[in-house]
């Protein structure tokens, strides 16, 4: 009865980290701008990766393999922020300034 629970809880984890990409991925090709389309990166950066990785962590049980899941997970949500960071502050000191509707302009 316990393995059903932790495999039915890890599939529900890989399938939800799963949509996240894919609602993310959707999010950076729809956004008009290089700003909003950051935003939609790097939210689906952070996220998902927990949500995958929790899941496949599940799935491993505690051994060896796990270890270096929780490794790549440290390395994902250490790089991920702190590459959105770099890329916001590029564009903004070359002078990229984001689109602004109509309605904004008022």
Sequence with gaps: MFELIVQ????VLLITG???VVI??????????LYT???AASVTDSLAPILIIGGLL???????FSVKLIAIL????????TASNA????????????QHSEEDKT
């Design 58 to 64: 599940l799935q491993a049980g505690f051994t060896l």
């Design 87 to 98: 890329l916001a502050s590029a564009a903004l000191l070359s002078g990229y300034r984001a």
């Design 74 to 81: 440290l390395f994902l949500l250490l790089s991920g922020p």
């Design 18 to 20: 799963s949509a996240f």
């Design 37 to 39: 389309r950051m935003h």
């Design 24 to 33: 993310g991925g959707i999010g950076a090709l729809r956004m008009p701008d």
């Design 8 to 11: 039915i809880l890890s599939w």
